[in-house]
T-cell receptor
Framework: DTEVTQTPKHLVMGMTNKKSLKCEQHMGHRAMYWYKQKAKKPPELMFVYSYEKLSINESVPSRFSPECPNSSLLNLHLHALQPEDSALYLC?????????????FGSGTRLTVV | GQQVMQIPQYQHVQEGEDFTTYCNSSTTLSNIQWYKQRPGGHPVFLIQLVKSGEVKKQKRLTFQFGEAKKNSSLHITATQTTDVGTYFCAGPPYGGSQGNLIFGKGTKLSVKP
């Protein structure tokens, strides 16, 4: 299995809602990432987990809360989002400490905050 | 902080013409990775370069990593309509966390048949 699976593919939520984005990989990768991508912009790093521990948090607002329950799963909990948080949220995974293979991205969750 | 610039921002070519995008980092990179994102799609890993001055080829694509490990280029020979998309370079800063992959702004390629 060489895929990163993200659910849901599309999500519309109100500013008072709580929702979660899910990401799963079965490639044995020990690093997982959340990126945010606005239209016509590059992916912007949000969080990095290595060996199920948060290793990088790029000054992301607390309304975004990541969770890594095990080495295959990564969640992003959303609460009290703003309309400007509407974007494509990409999950990725990679080997940690092994060069040459790059990141494998999921197809993303397209989030709209109303 | 580290900045990764790419030029040009957009490139329109006739099918069969060549295409080149250039990537420049404000800091030395541990390695440089290239990704392709089709319209409506997600980034797909193309290649990683690690050594100073390294050149790698994938069919019609040629990738170079500069001697100072601060710049890179991607050249496509005889473009096809399947090459359409945005090409991103990305790299972690030298000595920094390997997970801190910073993407360039990308070059959007359109190919006219």
């Amino acid at each position: 299995d060489t895929e990163v699976t993200q659910t849901p593919k599309h999500l519309v939520m109100g500013m008072t809602n709580k929702k979660s984005l899910k990401c799963e990989q079965h490639m044995g990768h020990r690093a997982m990432y959340w990126y945010k991508q606005k239209a016509k912009k590059p992916p912007e790093l949000m969080f990095v987990y290595s060996y199920e521990k948060l290793s990088i948090n790029e000054s992301v607002p607390s309304r975004f809360s990541p969770e890594c329950p095990n080495s295959s799963l990564l969640n992003l909990h959303l609460h009290a989002l703003q309309p400007e948080d509407s974007a494509l949220y990409l999950c990725a995974s990679s080997q940690w400490g092994k060069l040459g293979e790059g990141y494998t991205f999921g197809s993303g969750t397209r989030l709209t905050v109303v | 902080g580290q900045q990764v610039m790419q030029i040009p921002q957009y490139q329109h070519v006739q099918e069969g013409e060549d295409f080149t995008t250039y990537c420049n980092s404000s800091t030395t990179l541990s390695n440089i990775q290239w990704y392709k994102q089709r319209p409506g799609g997600h980034p797909v890993f193309l290649i990683q370069l690690v050594k100073s001055g390294e050149v790698k080829k994938q069919k019609r694509l040629t990738f170079q990593f500069g001697e100072a490990k601060k710049n890179s280029s991607l050249h496509i020979t005889a473009t096809q309509t399947t090459d359409v998309g945005t090409y991103f370079c990305a790299g972690p800063p030298y000595g920094g966390s390997q997970g801190n992959l910073i993407f360039g702004k990308g070059t959007k390629l359109s190919v006219k048949p």
